[in-house]
């Protein structure tokens, strides 16, 4: 669901080398943001459509920015240590989930930025060179690697925060986060 009108090829050579790993189990979606961002000028753009495929992803290669739907408890699982090379990549969450308790609820996970979609390509690839340029403080700690969750009372998207997060988001299984560990 996101629009290619006017879209025009980059030939910035930091956006062709950027290294970016889509994690969503939408197909389409998963295709569609790929296609956009190759579009753009972004050569390298791998996919997964699970947290354990996206971790194999990440530990196979070098990845400078994680583009994901709602997997917070991946999101959490990266951020909460700091020895794990990932935890200091960049993450953008797209996702229709998009009320401010939502956008709220994925800064404290450790989010760096979110758009809800359907998104623009363009304005992706905007926020994704933004992250990476990480203009916002990071913190390194023991319980958290991530960009600082303390803000002010606004949202990423600048509009003022909600009070509570309503509904759950895409749990890990025990399993799961047993086998994570054990890659990891």
Excluded: W
Excluded at 23 to 42: E, F, I, N, P
Excluded at 82 to 88: I, Q, V
């Amino acid at each position: 669901m996101l629009s290619f009108e006017n879209v025009e090829t980059m030939a910035d050579p930091e956006i062709g080398d950027l290294r970016i790993l889509i994690l969503d189990d939408d197909t389409d979606d998963r295709a569609r943001v790929r296609a956009g961002l190759v579009d753009l000028g972004v050569a390298d753009v791998a996919v997964a459509d699970d947290p354990l495929a996206a971790l194999d992803a990440m530990r196979a290669r070098a990845v400078d920015v994680l583009v994901t739907e709602r997997y917070l408890s991946f999101v959490r699982f990266l951020r909460t240590n700091r020895k794990r090379p990932a935890s200091r990549v960049p993450i953008l969450m797209v996702s229709f989930r998009s009320r401010q308790a939502d956008i709220h609820e994925a800064r404290d996970a450790g989010v760096d930025d979110f758009l809800a979609k359907p998104v623009d390509t363009r304005r992706l690839l905007d926020r994704i060179v933004a992250a990476v340029d990480r203009s916002q403080p990071f913190v390194d700690c023991e319980a958290y690697v991530g960009p600082d969750r303390r803000r002010a009372e606004t949202s990423l998207e600048g509009r003022p925060q909600s009070a509570s997060a309503d509904g759950p988001d895409t749990r890990l299984t025990e399993a799961e986060i047993a086998v994570l560990l054990e890659r990891d």
